[in-house]
């Protein structure tokens, strides 16, 4: 029986419930330290304008009330994605990411890092203070993946079997690193990571399902994948639907969604997978299974 797709956020508890869930893991949610979130905020109301695409933030709320509506929504587990985009704020990003987790149930300990001299102490103090998953952005920090300081820490996250949610996709616009050969030769390197590709590595959806399916520990997130606004630029090709639920029930797709960054509600994500008709299984794994697992939660 297929189960309703949510169509507003106090439908989404019907709809886990309605799978036999205990609710929803995201893996692609993102908490800042206050100035950084403003800023991050002022730059999507600036979009619209330059690109005549309009990025209104729906969830434009305190922390705390972001925090309480996904727990009204069922929203279980949930990372506090933070990303460094220049040299020396990286470990301070850390210290708040780790924090906030600590105080906030639910939250999955987070962090991240950059290239630079110090990015293997760092990390290692990270994951010494609990960090369950890290957040790399290739294209807002505009630096190359295989650069030689990131590759011991690459082998650390790889032998410590901790994540890595990584933007490597060139969507919405193409950076300079962007793009799937770059990180795919990370991975040559590095076989063993546990990576995670934002947006379902829109738009190079192929070659990013061809990592999936060619490395262990490669995971693709959902983040904003078939919504209306996410199809407008990069619609995923109906072809490669058969892979994409080949993968999910394999452990490979988990549900991202980017809130609160996003100019729609968080159930359209949730009702944009549902409406692919690719059954119960493949959302109770998407939605619940394949993120705990990627986490470590119960």
């Known amino acids: 029986m ?21 609710g929803l893991v995201d893996v692609h949610v993102h908490f800042l330290p206050p100035r950084m979130l403003r800023r991050v905020w002022a730059y999507f109301d600036q979009v619209g304008p330059l690109t005549g695409i309009e990025w209104p933030i729906t969830y434009k709320w305190p922390d705390a009330d972001r925090v309480a509506h996904l727990r009204a929504m069922g929203v279980r587990h949930f990372t506090a994605l933070a990303y460094a985009h220049k040299p020396d ?8 990411t780790l924090d906030f987790a600590a105080k906030t149930e639910g939250c999955v300990p987070t962090a991240t890092f950059f290239p630079e ?24 920090g505009d630096f190359d993946p295989r650069e030689q300081v990131l590759d011991p820490v690459w082998g650390r996250l790889a032998e410590a079997g901790v994540p890595a949610v990584v933007h490597c996709g060139s969507g919405p616009a193409p950076g300079t690193y962007t793009g799937p050969g770059r990180f795919a030769e990370v991975l040559k ?13 829109a738009p190079e959806y192929r070659e990013f399902l061809e990592l999936a399916g060619t490395y262990r520990n490669v995971v693709l997130d959902t983040t904003m994948a078939f919504t209306s606004f996410g199809l407008n630029g ?8 058969p892979r994409l639920t080949d993968l999910g029930l394999a452990g490979k797709v ?3 969604t980017d809130f609160p960054n996003i100019p729609y509600p968080y159930a359209h994500q949730l009702e944009a997978l549902a409406n692919l008709g690719l059954g119960d299984e493949w959302l109770r794994a998407v939605c619940w299974t394949n993120g705990a697992a990627l986490t470590r939660v119960t």
């Open 2 to 22: 297929r189960v309703e797709a949510p169509d507003a956020d106090a439908r989404v508890p019907a709809f886990w419930q309605g799978l036999g869930l205990p």
């Open 234 to 241: 990069a619609p995923f090709p109906t072809d490669l639907l």
């Open 189 to 201: 390197r590095h076989p063993r990571l546990r990576a995670v590709i934002a947006h379902l590595g």
């Open 117 to 140: 001299p110090t990015v293997p102490t760092y990390v290692d103090k990270a994951l010494e203070s609990g960090a369950r998953i890290f957040k790399v952005h290739i294209q807002v």
């Open 254 to 256: 988990a549900l991202g």
């Open 89 to 96: 704020m990286a470990s301070d990003l850390n210290d708040w």
